[in-house]
């Protein structure tokens, strides 16, 4: 299976999971959560200097097209989705919460 963004077809690869009908128990999803939690928690303690001075290239097609790219500039990148990833979860629990208590959930403010 493919998913699309934006019109782009993107191929499948290996490790990532691609059935769109999986519902995998809330237990299992935040196990593999903490894992990968971990293993990012170990990364970031052993990144030196000189790593994030770095320059690294994307050796397929991806963002960003470009032969090389700053080392911070990625990690700040992973680190944003995170954040905002964040934000989602809480936004979405708390509508859970209030639909849950009875009450009608807010409607986001449209700028």
Known sequence: MRWTCRGTRLP???????????RPAL???????????????????SLTEEQLAS???CPEPGWPQTDSFPFRNCL??????EWEHRLYAERDL??????GAGQAPVPEEQG
């Open 76 to 81: 700040r990148i992973i680190l944003n989705e």
């Open 55 to 57: 320059e690294v290239s």
């Open 12 to 22: 499948e690869r290996g490790g990532f999971p691609w059935d769109r009908a999986a």
């Open 27 to 45: 237990d299992e999803v935040l196990a593999i959560r903490r894992e990968r939690q971990a293993m990012v928690g170990r990364v970031m303690e």
């Open 94 to 99: 708390t509508i859970l919460e209030k639909e």
